[in-house]
């Protein structure tokens, strides 16, 4: 009888290391997430069973998708769904068993980049892209998805069975898109793992663990992405864009545990090496000569950085980026940025103008961000009753208590002023 | 849909702050308090005095028996309500985890009963 414990380490550790392709491996042969993961669910209590007596297998992996094979194709029988895949499943699975005997890595091609096309289908809803991506790819486990996303597990659990249930009904193929349709595809990859990158990225609250934990998981997927498609230059923008922000990440709280703004931060704390990875990557990514969205994101990342070597931020070029992320996206959060980096160019009377155009815009109406920036810019210009407004109101929305606490010493500031 | 956050703390902890703490805590309310009214989204909010206050009542045999202090004596009670309307859970959990609250202490939210209109 071997150790419980060495044999519940040893699972964990497979399953962290392989549970996403033996999920895209399984879900693409049964044109069936769900039933993928039961089958799977089932070879991975079986092997806590076995392993337990008879030692760890030599691969693992083999061994576990051999049981989730046979307990697919059980399953498929037992639901009646037809034969003919139960067939089909049985044939490929004594085709590939080979290479995963063999344990021959590279002979067997990625499917999770079929799994991520399928779990970012235009006809699977915006909403629920990324929680789906980072369950079925990662195996992170509902309930952590749920809190991330600050929805209820048992509505985070529906909501992913209905998604799933869509793919196995609409029949979403587990297959990278045709070339005419690549494009706009591929932008749903990459807005779900931004997605679930900014979620871990705007709260990063040394208590949050799990939201800390997003922010990785959505990095490896980026390089993950990156290694599987090394031609997509918007591919390598995303890559680029995650490390910078990550890279300083240690500046954005001081010791006292206080948010401190990215004007104010020390340069010293971030990430040296990180930020000459990004600056390797967007560089690489520019060579394709196909701008897009995240290159430039990107590349406003690194001109943030900038401030690292020449001890100044230059915000003339910025203005320029913002320009072309406007033309791209038409969205009113650049439109609000590219005011911020006008009024540090000219002073802040040509930025209020901006945010009293967008002050309509519903958008932003409970968008935290704009009411913060929207304080500072009439603090600056001497309105205090506007300023003394947006205060409460970018207070009253934020989520992070050090964000909150920063803000009301500024508003403090203003008024004793 | 109406939803009632319940905001349970360690009303102990409150007392612990300084004056200027409190202070700050107090105007984190407002400030809550304001954005939530300017969604349109606050139907109505209280802050409780202190467990030190509460009183319980309930029927025992037919006579009323009055106890002096919480229903449930644990760490952590019950110190306020907002109720807010939101379309949807998912709405009422993002205004819940804004509440300074969330940060100090646990927020419950739970749908109102709705009945059907007369």
């Known amino acids: ?129 990324a929680p789906l991506m980072l369950q079925t790819v990662l195996g992170v486990d509902a309930k952590t998805i749920a809190s991330a996303f600050l929805v209820s597990p048992d509505a985070m659990c529906k909501r992913l069975g ?25 932008q749903g990859v990459l807005d779900a793992i931004y997605a679930a990158y900014s979620l871990g990225w705007s709260d990063m609250d040394d208590a949050d663990l799990l939201r800390r934990d997003l922010v990785e998981e959505a990095i490896f997927l980026a390089r993950l992405l990156a290694e599987l498609l090394p031609q997509e230059p918007e591919t390598l923008g995303l890559l680029a864009g995650m490390l910078y922000a990550q890279a300083r990440c240690r500046a954005r709280r001081n010791q006292q545990g206080e948010y401190v703004p990215l004007a104010e931060q020390d340069t010293h704390l971030w990430d040296a090496t990180m930020i000459d990875q990004a600056e390797v990557v967007l560089r690489h990514a520019c060579t394709f000569g196909r701008i897009g969205r995240y290159q430039l994101e990107a590349a406003l990342q690194s001109a943030h950085v900038e401030r690292r070597r020449s001890g100044r931020t230059d915000y003339a070029p910025e203005v320029q980026l913002y320009d072309a992320l406007y033309a791209l996206t038409g969205s009113p959060v650049v439109a609000l940025n590219r005011a911020l980096a006008m009024a540090e160019l000219e002073g802040p009377a040509a930025a209020i103008a901006v945010f009293q155009a967008l002050a309509d815009d519903k958008r932003l109406a409970d968008y935290q961000p704009y009411w913060a920036a929207r304080a500072s810019l009439f603090a600056r210009a001497g309105n205090r009753r506007e300023a003394l407004h947006a205060y409460d109101m970018a207070i009253g929305l934020a989520c992070d208590p050090a964000v909150r606490r920063f803000l009301q010493r500024r508003q403090r500031s203003m008024l004793a002023e | 849909m109406q939803y009632l956050l319940m905001l349970f703390s360690d009303e102990t902890a409150w007392q612990r702050l300084s004056s200027v703490e409190q202070e700050q805590g107090v105007a984190a309310y407002r400030a809550y308090t304001q954005a939530l009214k300017e969604a349109g989204a606050l139907v109505g909010v209280n802050r409780l005095q202190d467990t030190g206050t509460a009183t319980t009542v309930r029927l025992v045999d037919g006579k009323s028996q009055v106890l002096d202090g919480p229903y449930v004596d644990s760490k952590e009670q019950l110190g306020g309500y907002y109720l807010i309307e939101a379309p949807d859970l998912d709405a009422a959990l993002g205004w819940a985890a804004r509440c300074p609250g969330a940060g100090h202490g646990t927020i419950e939210v739970r749908p109102i009963w709705a009945y059907p209109e007369q």
């Not at chain 1, 061994?63 to 895949?85: Q, S």
């Not at chain 1, 091609?109 to 909403?127: G, M, N, S």
């Not at chain 1, 209905?162 to 591929?186: C, M, N, V």
């Open chain 1, 1 to 129: 009888m071997r150790d419980d414990a060495s044999t519940q380490a040893a699972i964990s550790a497979v399953a962290r290391r392989s549970y996403g392709k033996l999920l895209a491996y399984l879900a693409a042969d049964m044109r069936d997430v769900s039933a993928a993961e039961d089958a799977l669910s089932e070879a991975f209590a079986a092997a806590l069973a076995d392993w337990s007596v008879h030692g760890c297998p030599d691969n693992p992996e083999a061994w576990l998708m051999t049981v989730a094979r046979r307990k697919a194709i059980d399953g498929t029988r037992r639901r009646r769904t037809g034969e003919a895949v139960a067939d089909q499943l049985k044939v490929m699975a004594d085709a590939e068993a080979e290479c995963w005997e063999a344990g021959d890595d590279e002979a067997i091609p990625d499917r999770r980049l079929a799994l991520l096309f399928a779990c970012t289908h235009p006809a699977i809803e915006v909403a629920i892209r």
């Open chain 1, 162 to 186: 209905r998604a799933k249930q869509k793919i196995r009904e609409a029949g979403i193929p587990f297959t990278i898109p045709e070339r005419d349709i690549w494009s706009e595809r591929l």
